[in-house]
């Protein structure tokens, strides 16, 4: 075995009702004032309110960014950074899916650090200290809870992320009664993503590991035992426990063992059709893994088992049939994506280049062509 080096964050907490305990753990850090990042969505349907109560309970006060979008544009993180500023905010509470949690980090860095955000995009290029920050997850997907990463859309369509060890949160919290109410598309789509970072960290070319291994086993254990229960009885507080976990784990592993091809083909279709990241990750999974085969195939045959399956051929079908019954839908053309546009999305993909070198196989220009082709 090579060396390895494993990060996570320091504190979770896991349970059922957990945000409505938030304020002391803010006291904990010293917080006397928290913005609360979030999307107007979640604050609608009341995800928030435990959460606000117990803040203000404990005597700390709370202003509101909500403000947020789906897959979050720089001029949405800055207005957060600007309110956070205008509030006085000495610590930040992102509270949501991947959205409003990636866009917490980057608020509580920026505050904290007083850097700006066109300085810090790539890898370990954010070095300042950060607000206190404590991230409660609304969707069983991103794993951004406990990932050192936040990703920007930049410009017209670009996805760029800022990946930096002071990005992990002091506190992770899951509340899977937050989840309860995900609607069905969103809890498919948020968990096939929670599956292919579990997948594409235990295929890591350079920083597979053993620690982020045995979590991606467990996390894609626990993501395929409940995500047709997730999605077809919602209200099933132990699926969606299970799942919440399950997303967790899988975001433990890939913060160590970071994702590779599925991510790099769907940032695109995120950046120019607006496709949820899990549909373009779910939309992207069978063609990577068919592709893959020849580097990986090993590897999908111990997973096969965790799936019900054996061999990589197995491993394959089983989750194809997964996807199937989840119902979300299986092609590009299904999603209103145009031929005509395979080859900008070759193109962007292949600037995806932080993703594309942990990909068990190189992929080509030519090769993410055919990808595109093969899924449209
Ligand atoms: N930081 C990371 O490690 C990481 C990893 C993967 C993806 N991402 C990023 O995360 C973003 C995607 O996050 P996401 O998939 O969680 O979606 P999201 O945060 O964009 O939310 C999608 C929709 O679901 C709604 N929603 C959220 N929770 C809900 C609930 N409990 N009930 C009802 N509706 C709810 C939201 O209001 C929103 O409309 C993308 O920008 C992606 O690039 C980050
Ligand atoms: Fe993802």
Known sequence: ?????????????????????????????????????????????????????????????????????????????????????AAGADAVLGLGGGSPMDTAKLVAYLLGSGDRLEDIYGVDQARGRRLPLVLVPTTAGTGSEVTPIAIVTTGEAEKKGVVSASLYADWAVLDAELTLGLPPAVTAATGVDAMVHAIEAYTSRHKKNPLSDALAREALRLLAANLVTACTRGDDVQARSDMLLGALLAGQAFANAPVAAVHALAYPLGGHFHIPHGLSNALMLPHVLAFNLESAGPLYAELAPLLGGTGADGFRDRLDALVAATGLPRRLRDVAVPESALDLLADDAMKQTRLLVNNPREVSRADARALYAQAW
């Open 1 to 85: 075995m090579t060396g390895f080096t494993f990060q996570t964050t320091p504190n979770i907490r896991v349970a059922p009702g957990a945000s409505a305990d938030i304020g002391p753990l803010f006291a904990g850090l010293g917080a006397r004032h928290v913005l609360l990042v979030t999307d107007a969505g979640v604050r609608r349907f009341g995800l928030s309110s435990a959460a606000e109560g117990s803040l203000a309970a404990a005597g700390v006060a709370v202003s509101v960014f909500d403000a947020v979008v789906a897959d979050p544009p720089a001029d949405v993180v800055l207005a957060a950074v600007e309110a956070g500023r």
